[in-house]
Structure formats: structure tokens, C-alpha cells
T-cell receptor
Framework: DTGVSQNPRHKITKRGQNVTFRCDPI?????LYWYRQTLGQGPEFLTY????????KSRLLSDRFSAERPKGSFSTLEIQRTEQGDSAMYLC?????????????FGEGSRLTVL | AQTVTQSQPEMSVQEAETVTLSCTYD???????LFWYKQPPSRQMILVIR??????QNATENRFSVNFQKAAKSFSLKISDSQLGDTAMYFC??????????????FGQGTILTVHP
């Protein structure tokens, strides 16, 4: 078990371009979460999946954002027509649904810089 | 909606001393969990300690302990015998225990802790 893996770790792009981030959760974890963290702030919830089903989306997730988890394993977060305000760290976390501890296991994050 | 407030943007402590980080929260839920997560520079966030709201006894994990005051909605973290490796951003987080809230964390703004040799 290598933990939650996120790629790429850092992405620099020009405004208007599309970017995609990938998250590979811990293998037996069926719940997967995406958070956004801006500099000096705490992470904010974006969306989460149980297996392949996207069960909740935050109002922070505008129409330019889309997340998928096609086979209930890895997940992708795509941002279309990026804006400078999208610059942030995008964190992925996972846990097993029946975990009694509620603990989430986080990846190291994907940092997006929009120029 | 839940809110979590950490009023100390930065704290510092000498190695081997004790430091307390503050956290208050607001919720209408009766059953929930509270967490302290640690985020070292350029590393992933890891769980430090958790507390179930229905438990009166304060959680402890080695050098880390909490002071959970449910009525006051306060959840502070005490780090004893501080070590250089404790230098990190610390986040207080809330999780509701029911329905879709379970597993979804609401974080505070964070406190940067620096441990000096």
C-alpha cells in the first residue's frame, strides 16, 4: 500500500487552457474526495465519490470543473478554460466506507498555477 | 452549515516545551467528529488525533492531547515535549456523523507552528 497518489504534482498553465489531475486512492478505499486549498487557507470540499458514483458537489465546483471516477478506482479532476483564480493546491483523499474512524487519507496534492 | 475557526495564524515554541493550539466550531449537529491534521511543508496531510463528540473523555495520542469542551464548542490541541519534526501547519476539522456529512471535512484556516531548537 503506497498511499494516495496524485499526478502531476505541479502544473503551470496559461489562462484559458484545460488541465487534468489524476488521483489514485488506496486500493480498498471506495470513497474518494477532492478538496481545494488556496495559499494560507484550509482545504475546502469540492466533491466526493462512492465507487463510481459522484454523490455530492460543492457550489465551489463551477461548470468549468468536472470530476470522474469511471471504474470506481482512480479519479480525474478536469478544469476547463482555466482562470487565475483557479490557482490552488488540489487535494485528493480516500477512505473505506465502513471505516469507523472517519479518517481520510490524503495525497500530497497537485499544485496548479495559472499565469 | 458548520464552521471551524482557528484564531492563531502562527505559533512558535521552543523544543521540549508545551504548546496549545486553539479551535472553536459551530454546528447544530449533536453527533460528530473532530480532528487535528498536520500538514508539513510540501508533504501530505496526516491525522494527528480525533475525538468523537459523544465521548466525554479527551483523546490522547502520545505527546498529543485535546481539550474538548462540547458545550463551549471548543477543541484545543496540546503538544507536549515539542520536537523539531512538529513544525507544520495544523488544521482543526469537523465531520458530521450522519448521512452525507460523514466523511466530508470542514477545515479551519490553519495554524502554522514553528518549533525552535
Amino acid at each position: 500500500d503506497t498511499g494516495v497518489s496524485q499526478n502531476p504534482r505541479h502544473k503551470i498553465t496559461k489562462r484559458g487552457q484545460n488541465v487534468t489531475f489524476r488521483c489514485d486512492p488506496i486500493s480498498e478505499h471506495n470513497r474518494l474526495y477532492w478538496y481545494r486549498q488556496t495559499l494560507g487557507q484550509g482545504p475546502e470540499f469540492l466533491t466526493y465519490f462512492q465507487n463510481e458514483a459522484q454523490l455530492e458537489k460543492s457550489r465551489l465546483l463551477s461548470d468549468r470543473f468536472s470530476a470522474e471516477r469511471p471504474k470506481g478506482s482512480f479519479s480525474t479532476l478536469e478544469i476547463q478554460r482555466t482562470e487565475q483564480g483557479d490557482s490552488a493546491m488540489y487535494l485528493c483523499a480516500s477512505r473505506y466506507r465502513d471505516s469507523g474512524t472517519g479518517e481520510l487519507f490524503f495525497g500530497e496534492g497537485s499544485r496548479l498555477t495559472v499565469l | 452549515a458548520q464552521t471551524v475557526t482557528q484564531s492563531q495564524p502562527e505559533m512558535s515554541v521552543q523544543e521540549a516545551e508545551t504548546v496549545t493550539l486553539s479551535c472553536t466550531y459551530d454546528t447544530s449537529e449533536n453527533n460528530y467528529y473532530l480532528f487535528w491534521y498536520k500538514q508539513p511543508p510540501s508533504r501530505q496531510m496526516i491525522l494527528v488525533i480525533r475525538q468523537e463528540a459523544y465521548k466525554q473523555q479527551n483523546a490522547t495520542e502520545n505527546r498529543f492531547s485535546v481539550n474538548f469542551q462540547k458545550a463551549a464548542k471548543s477543541f484545543s490541541l496540546k503538544i507536549s515535549d515539542s520536537q523539531l519534526g512538529d513544525t507544520a501547519m495544523y488544521f482543526c476539522a469537523f465531520m458530521g456523523a450522519g448521512g452525507t456529512s460523514y466523511g466530508k471535512l470542514t477545515f479551519g484556516q490553519g495554524t502554522i507552528l514553528t518549533v525552535h531548537p
